[in-house]
């Protein structure tokens, strides 16, 4: 009988020459020290690209598609997807339920449905939401290799070969608002902005800036608990001196600084002027 | 290399060959699915949309190997609910060219069966990443709503 192979469609420009499920992460971390191979997230921004990858690795098969909550946190297998993120309950019962806004604007649920949570924080996109809300939390990275680290200090690293395990979220009482400025509803951002007040201090991320997002913390205590309306001003001044913006098709630089000082007023609104607080 | 896969395509069972890069899309094309269209390429538009272990998903977006042991399901499995959707989108003429309501159509159906009666926010988030040129979505939009109520009724 003969045998037919089903090969991709002509307009694919990436192509795959062997595919690995591994069977560990020893395994992925030994395949994924060399740069022609390549760890599999939801493929959705990789396929757009033009790689001619030796050996996909695949871990699918190793249980990291799952959401755990402990006593301190949740875990976040690097396999999850982004629907699941959004879609778990116990997980957006915490931070105002910012996790799950900062996702629905991804695309389509289709595509949230493919895109893993590992592939947007391993590669540190500039547009990525899920890096800009989870740098407002108290959230670390597990990688195979380098142990347990910060996200905001992971963010800063420059990419390494290791394998992205988990995210690991801790729980605490931190008020967050998450807010962005799209050109179409299911578009990248023009702009993301997250806004934290934690402990009585303020911290804001800015991501989209087109580059990768920047955290800034209010170190000189610029904002009060419940700031006024001067503080808040002055508090945006200093973001726009102290974090760079760009340009790009979707915007300019000038305008992405506009857009930074308006969405980080109204999020510390949202924070200040909800109800009980 | 080659792979060998078997899955559930429309509730049939098939063992195959692939190469690995070989998208979903391309490979239920290649069976006959033909109403899985190819359309961005870019993960926006939602036209390539089948149903991967009950989840609605971008074939365009998906390699083939990942359907390895799985369940995948094209309008081609559901053709009745298909054409009930179908006809709630003619009654407000709101096919129009048509290419994009394979895979709107695929969407609605996942909704319904995730969603217990979403409001009208919840169904646009939902269908958002379905994009139609034709339309201006609100006769979607209305056709939509018609059909989770007329289903709400028929409960």
């Known amino acids: 009988m003969a045998v037919i192979i089903h090969t991709k469609g002509d307009l694919t420009l990436f192509t795959i020459k062997n595919y ?49 909550e402990t006593e301190e946190g949740f875990e976040i297998g690097s396999m999850v997807t982004l629907r699941e993120l959004e879609t778990n309950t116990a997980l957006n019962s915490y931070f105002n339920g910012v996790i799950a806004k900062s996702t ?107 580059s990768k997002a920047k955290l800034l913390l209010d170190k000189e205590q610029m904002l009060s608990n419940n700031p006024t309306e001067e503080e808040i001003n002055k508090f945006i001044e200093y973001i726009k001196e102290n974090i760079q913006f760009g340009s790009n098709m979707r915007a300019s630089a000038e305008f992405r600084k506009h857009l930074a000082g308006v969405l980080c007023k109204r999020g510390i609104k949202e924070i200040t002027e909800r109800k009980g607080l | 290399m080659i792979m060998e896969i078997s899955l559930w395509l429309n509730n049939v069972f098939i063992k195959d060959n692939i190469a690995p890069d070989t998208l979903l899309l391309d490979y239920v094309r290649s069976k006959g699915c033909y109403s899985v269209k190819r359309g961005c390429e870019t993960s926006n538009c939602g036209l390539c949309t089948v149903i991967l272990e009950g989840k609605p998903v971008l074939s365009c977006s998906t390699l083939a190997v990942r359907a390895n042991g799985k369940h995948v399901i094209t309008m081609e499995g559901l053709q009745e609910e298909a054409a009930e959707v179908g006809g709630f989108l003619a009654d407000q003429g709101s096919e129009q060219c048509g290419f994009c309501s394979p895979g709107f159509i695929m969407n609605v159906i996942s909704m319904s069966k995730e969603l217990k009666d979403p409001t009208l926010e919840e169904v646009k988030g939902y269908l958002a990443g379905n994009l139609c040129r034709c339309t201006g979505y609100q006769s979607q939009l209305r056709a939509v709503l018609n059909y989770l109520n007329a289903k709400k009724e028929a409960k």
């Not at chain 1, 022609?36 to 030796?54: F, T």
Request: aromatic share 8%; proline share 3%.
């Open chain 1, 20 to 68: 690995v499920v591994v069977k560990d992460l020893e395994e992925a971390y030994v395949l994924n020290q060399k740069r022609s191979n390549v760890v599999l997230g939801g493929i959705a921004w990789l396929k757009m690209g033009e790689r001619n990858i030796q050996n996909a690795i695949d871990l699918s098969g190793l249980g990291l598609d799952k959401i755990e």
């Open chain 1, 104 to 210: 629905e604007h991804i695309v389509g649920v289709q595509f949230r449905n493919c895109a893993t949570v590992g592939g947007s924080i391993f590669s540190r996109f500039g547009f990525s939401d899920i890096l800009t809300c989870l740098l407002a939390l108290d959230a670390y990275v597990e990688l195979y290799k380098g142990g347990v680290i910060p996200l905001r200090e992971f963010a800063d690293m420059p990419k390494d070969n290791d394998i992205l395990v988990k995210v690991i979220i801790k729980k605490d009482r931190r008020e967050v608002s998450y807010l962005t400025h799209r050109r179409t509803a299911t578009d990248i951002p023009v702009i993301a902005c997250t806004v934290a007040r934690v402990n009585h201090k303020w911290q804001v991320v800015l991501g989209a800036r087109p």
